[in-house]
């Protein structure tokens, strides 16, 4: 199967700028990204891009996708009344087949925002993994396993199952320091050793957390789990707001990635995390939209935004946190967090990963810049076409992932109605 | 002509909760809304909802719509730098013409983001009106004065030209008090009490403002220009963010509109208005985008999230600032601070003033709370259909203004290329 995209721009995100040239996808992968060639030969679909941007697929690097029947659920509410009353009681009723049924509508609005790939912590791993495989979505699974879930050779079992090839992979990794004893977090750190990969987890969201830690060992969570040697191999944190320098080094020293999600610490009130501090000292950085009863959207337009107007609102500095940057979490910088590397920017012989950006709506007027027009003022309104794996998913409004929309919605809503009786 | 909506919810905006009812619009009028009737009559045009959503319009209520030309242009820059090197030296290059058609490219994006009026103070008042009237956009013209543009006569004509029927009206204002002399504050104040009528200006957006106006005038801008009579018969301000608690007494005490424009005062670091506050002592609150060079889309949705996202950071309470009431502030409290009662609500006998929003789409399901999923998750790819004065001047990503948008992207790119030289 060989597709031609042609007649607009492309955006290969490395650099960062765009350039009119054409894109062909053979496959699963990029063949060609360049000048209009003699050789082409045939394709079997050519897309008119009409003025239109190619770029990378966005990368949510941090999400629980699942949580979609939570979705303004319960807003409005202090942090503590929200999770211990409202989210925990409806997830204690979960079944896989509802998580099953929960992702297909989240990945719907991932496809519909431009996501390529997720980086999804939740409960019921296969039936999550299964949405994805059988919509043809792309999946890093991080290990998810705290004192009343999981065991540590269920996580050796799915880091085992899952890292085989296709579109499901899995990164090691626990809920939060908060939730895991020392006895399996030293257990966890063996895994680690054992497979010499790096584990994430949840860190530093709420200043609450980290002085419960400190209460705890003496110390913040990313300078108690570094001791435990959970990071030898790299991973990464979510979250990552209330850092103290020498966390901050570690993140640096580790190579540990600061997976960001502005759009849940917003709502959630959970703070403004120091990306420009973490940025300017070199720290690897990624986006992610946390799960949808938190966001309540998983839309990276949103978390780009906020990635940068925080930064300058904290900083009180308008040149604070370029656009530029937060593209790059946005999409390279979270598919190197997740391990995919072949996914990461648009060139020859990498995954056809990628979504097609409508420049003929008003919000993209008149081009000045791109990147800052993506960042300033894109939406998922924008979002033309979103490819993954050298599958069309999603085009023109309409989803190709062999279910109906309103199937999905109907499960979703049944099973909500189903929970609150 | 009567248009009849149906198979589908109504937001009427009193109460903020939708309903399943139809709606019908006669000519430029809401005819009904509720329970199908047998009596219904002949309809030109019948719409099947089809389970979506009809609510107010949302109402822009600041901004400057010409300045499209800088979206992009000049972003991540120091605030001053970005003002006095970028924006003024391109905004003195402007003529009455790029106006026209810089704010023809403003109202095409208000109108896919579901925007059926704008408080708009510009330069070349007339292109600006013509813009609108053009288009068939409803624009509320701001008195736009200021040292160095307009006098006290040309004031005086704007309001009595603009406010004798039609899609566009005038209200009395200026640019703000550190680009006013007293002598001409006082000319003004004598103008609003000619009329009685009420007075809007630019006030608190930046600390350096209101330390400048107390150094001038040994006391904040709000008490000023309220020392001179200026909010006699009411008015407000924009941004509002540096407020003294004596300043926030005059809003309520005078019932002067505070009109917030957070996508703004995030992105050119400006602070954080005191909206909860000012919610809670009773002040009027409307919301706005500010200009395009600001911000830099024209979306109501991430004014809602930041109006409220904001305030749960600052206030460090995921509890502040419920969607319901920036829901409000969007809708009604724009059209009242804009003196369009006929407007803000959806009921018989008001202006067919509307926005259908396309509620399947996955990042508004399942349908747990309508309003949160709105503020929360909804963006301008929601919006089906926009409605002005009962003509249908957006639906399904077309538009019906008389001139196509290609030919008015190309124009502002015209304009910004010849600027750039």
Redesign the interface.
Known sequence: MRIRFYNGLVLTGSPAQPERAELWVKDDRIEYVGAPREDAGAFDREIDLAGDLVMPGFKNAHTHSAM??????A?????LD?LNKQVFPMEAKLTADDVYHLAK??I??YL?AGITANFDMYMFTEANAAASRDMGFRTVLCGCIHDFYNTPDGLRKMYEDYNKGGLVSCILGFHAEYTCSESLLREISAIAHEYKAPVFAHNSESASEVAGCIERHGTTPTAYLDSLGLFDYGGGGYHCIHLSDEDKAIFRDRGLWAVSCP?S?????S??APLTQLHDMGVHLALGTDG?AS?????MF?EM??A???Q??A?????????ETVFEMATRGGALAMGLADCDTLAPGKKADLTVLDM????M??????V??IV??????N?RLTMIDGRILYENGSFFVGES??A??EK??A??NRMRG
Do not use: H
Not at 365 to 370: D, F, I, K, S
């Open positions: 979609t029947f939570l979705r303004s659920y807003d409005d509410l202090p942090l929200w509508l989240a719907l609005e519909a759009g610490n917003t709502k959630l009130a703070g403004i949808p966001n309540n959207c998983l839309d949103r935004f906020l940068t107007g925080l300058k609102l900083n009180q500095d308008a040149s604070a946190m370029a656009a003929r709506r008003p919000n007027q008149p081009v000045n810049a791109v800052k027009n300033y003022s894109g939406s998922t309104s979002i929309p309103d999905i919605y979703a809503n099973i909500i």
